[in-house]
């Protein structure tokens, strides 16, 4: 019988602070993002994993490849708009090997010295998941160097002349790194990860599939026009899927006789969200909008839009100009944002 051996970390109080801290420092998304939910609907083998298709099949290769020589699986960075995916591949592959999991994250760890519990309780092939690993301060970037190289850290005792280094030999491990800026980490901790491999957006139909399997885990019903029409908003992103899946079943217990989430109670429920038929957000159309009232439609620079619009620079490059990017309303050139014909299109349709 296979024995739950994902935990949360070396004590488990610590960690809960962890992941919290994780969850909040990440830009703000929209209110209807629920992380418990996202733990509710994940799912934990790699088969239920739905789409990125080429990702799950060289992961499948690189687990049968490890199970065969019972070696520790190869660094892996994943990387890709939040919300598709890498937290759930990387503890999916924790759950294949049947190895235990550990979960920090770059913001969790101010120095060394927050790292080395998780490197001293890392059991051998078991797998630390670093999130949003882009933003490892400097000094504990270099410190996981030899980690990911031989297995072994450098202490620095004292100072000065009587300064002394200790080298500690670790069990070998595996460091699964995801983060949603691959151009911020650098070049020396990139190259430490043997794989890499970046998450797409998802296709309609696989999101569809997403959601009708996610209906059947709420126990909610949900016809496949629905599903579909709930999937086309969704900008390509599980996570959104789900979150407007949470609300469409909300909106139909209350609106509807029997809880029946039909066409007409999705669309009702989407344009109360505000969410038009490609999916954009008030937030997104807010962006549009500053650009060309404000700007004259660009070129302008990322800093000043945040600013005008009262939003962290981070939140728009992260979660609102990549999908502007993937529908072709806005450029981004060195000069600055600008948005394009169809971007003004959409505006004023
Ligand atoms: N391939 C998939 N199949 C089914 N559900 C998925 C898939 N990918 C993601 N999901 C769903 O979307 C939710 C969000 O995914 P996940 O937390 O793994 O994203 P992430 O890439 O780690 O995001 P972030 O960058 O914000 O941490 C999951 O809880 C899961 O329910
Ligand atoms: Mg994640």
Not at 22 to 45: M, Q, T, V, W
Not at 128 to 150: K, N, S
Request: charged content about 25%; overall charge neutral; proline content about 5%.
């Amino acid at each position: 019988m296979a024995r739950e051996k994902i935990f949360t970390g070396p004590a488990d109080g610590a960690v809960a602070s962890t992941v919290r801290s994780s969850a909040a420092g990440a830009p703000a998304a929209n209110a209807f993002d629920d992380r418990a939910l996202d733990e509710e609907l994940r799912p934990s083998r790699l088969a239920d994993v739905v789409g990125q298709r080429k990702v799950v099949e060289r992961l499948e290769i690189m687990l049968a490849a490890t199970r065969m020589r019972t070696e520790p699986l190869s660094h892996i960075l994943l990387d890709g708009p939040p919300g598709l995916g890498k937290t759930t591949l990387a503890l999916a592959l924790a759950k294949e090997l049947d190895v235990e999991c550990q979960i920090t994250s770059g913001p969790a760890l101010a120095a060394p010295k927050d790292l080395l519990p998780y490197l001293t309780n890392a059991s051998g092939n078991s797998i630390l998941f670093i999130d949003e690993i882009h933003r490892l301060p400097a000094a504990v970037e270099e410190f996981i160097y030899p980690v990911m190289e031989d297995f072994r850290v450098d202490i620095v005792l004292g100072e000065g002349l009587n300064a002394r280094t200790i080298n500690m030999k670790l069990k070998p491990f595996t460091i699964v790194g995801a983060t949603t800026r691959s151009g911020m980490l650098t070049a020396p901790l990139r190259d430490r990860f043997t794989f890499r491999e970046h998450l797409e957006f998802y296709e309609e139909a696989d999101l569809a599939e997403i959601v009708r399997r996610n209906a059947i885990k709420l126990r909610t019903k949900i016809d496949d026009s629905s599903a579909l029409e709930i999937a086309r908003r969704s900008r390509g992103t599980p996570r959104k899927s789900n979150n407007l899946l949470r609300w469409a079943r909300d909106f139909a217990t209350v609106k509807q006789k029997e809880g029946l989430i039909t066409n007409e109670i999705a669309r009702q429920a989407l344009a109360m969200l505000e969410i038009d038929v490609l999916g954009l957000e008030e937030q997104d159309r807010k962006y549009l909008r500053t650009i060309v009232n404000v700007f004259g439609g660009g070129p302008a620079g990322l800093a000043a839009i945040a600013h005008t619009m009262n939003c962290p620079p981070d939140t728009l490059e992260d979660e609102v100009e990549p999908f502007l990017l993937r529908c072709g309303f806005i450029q981004r050139t060195p000069r600055g944002r600008i948005v394009t014909a169809s971007g003004l299109n959409h505006l004023s349709g």
